[in-house]
């Protein structure tokens, strides 16, 4: 069997028509959505990351603001900065690019965050109701893999799903999101990790499998049972000379094995990279319109 492409880029351009019908209605009422981004520090993929957020939002009409600082940046700092952007009626998301330098603690700086501009939902409040089953905003890869599948006519109700990861980004909420019973959800959730014994014994029952750890091509196609639906968040660099830059990117699934054995898959670069974007400015019209209500 070769897999089918779970094309990332397309699913994501249905859902930011969608986001365009919201910005109209918002532009009615005199409202411009905005996103203030904060990046500290300089970590080359982070650039490219958030350089792509912003150039989503102003090809959509929403206004965003790349705010830099640099790696020495103090912790008073950074709440400061937050501070401001909290106040600021023109910003209605806040998104703090992870990871922050070491000396700079992920949850204090998110603390700072008025949840309600808080369109990655990391901040604790969001995470709660989110395992509580009523979500103010979904984290943006795990709520974009959710609409990947629901795209796709895959519904994980029932089945069995395995995420490779529990990271507060990715695994943890996928899995939160997974479980609850809502329609497109409702799956029964494994969530492996470094602590897990057989990972492959995990992967080969899953109908599902949603690699998240960061280790390129961890998956290989005798880890997944036939017909399986593989999902890859990871983006790796890794050394190649032959490459112009240096290095090539590739995902934590071995793709061409895994396809013949798969039913669906995503591929890398193109399948959930894009999703995380129209997410984030989904969830950017939504804070905008909850701070106009
Ligand atoms: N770093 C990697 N993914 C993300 C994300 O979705 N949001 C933020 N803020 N940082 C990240």
């Not at 990332?8 to 109209?24: F, H, L, S, T």
């Not at 080359?44 to 640099?70: D, L």
Request: aromatic share 4%.
């Amino acid at each position: 069997m070769q897999g089918k492409l779970i094309d990332g880029k397309a699913i994501a351009e249905r859902v930011k028509k969608e986001v365009e019908c919201d910005i109209e209605a918002l532009a009615s009422r005199g409202i411009k959505p905005g996103l203030a981004a904060v990046l500290i520090g300089d970590d080359p993929a982070s650039h490219i990351y958030v350089n792509g957020k912003a150039k989503a939002c102003s090809q959509m009409g929403i206004v965003s603001e790349v705010i830099k600082r640099p790696a020495e940046t103090t912790a008073e700092e950074l709440h400061r900065l937050i501070g401001e952007l909290n106040e600021r009626k023109d910003m209605h998301g806040i998104l703090i690019q992870s990871p922050l330098p070491k000396h700079l603690d992920e949850l204090e700086a998110v603390l700072n965050v008025n949840p309600l501009k808080d369109v990655d939902g990391f901040h604790p409040v969001n995470v709660g109701y989110m395992l509580l089953g009523s979500p103010i905003f979904l984290p943006c890869t795990p709520y974009g893999i959710v609409r990947l599948l629901d795209e796709t006519d895959i519904d994980p109700k029932g089945k069995k799903v395995v995420i490779l990861g529990r990271g507060n980004i990715v695994g943890k909420p996928l899995a939160a999101i997974l479980m609850q019973k809502w329609d497109g959800c409702n799956a029964t959730v494994t969530v492996c990790h470094t602590g897990t014994v057989d990972i492959a014994a995990e992967t080969s029952r899953a109908d599902i499998v949603v690699a998240a750890m960061g280790k390129p091509k961890f998956l290989t196609a005798d880890m997944i049972k036939e017909g399986a639906v593989v999902i890859d968040v990871g983006v790796n660099r890794v050394p190649d000379a032959g490459a112009p830059k240096g290095y090539t990117i590739c995902g934590d699934v071995d793709f061409e094995a895994c396809r013949q054995k798969a039913s669906w898959i995503t591929p890398v670069p193109g399948g959930v990279g894009p999703m995380t974007i129209a997410m984030l400015l989904h969830n950017t019209v939504r804070a905008a319109m909850l701070q106009s209500d």
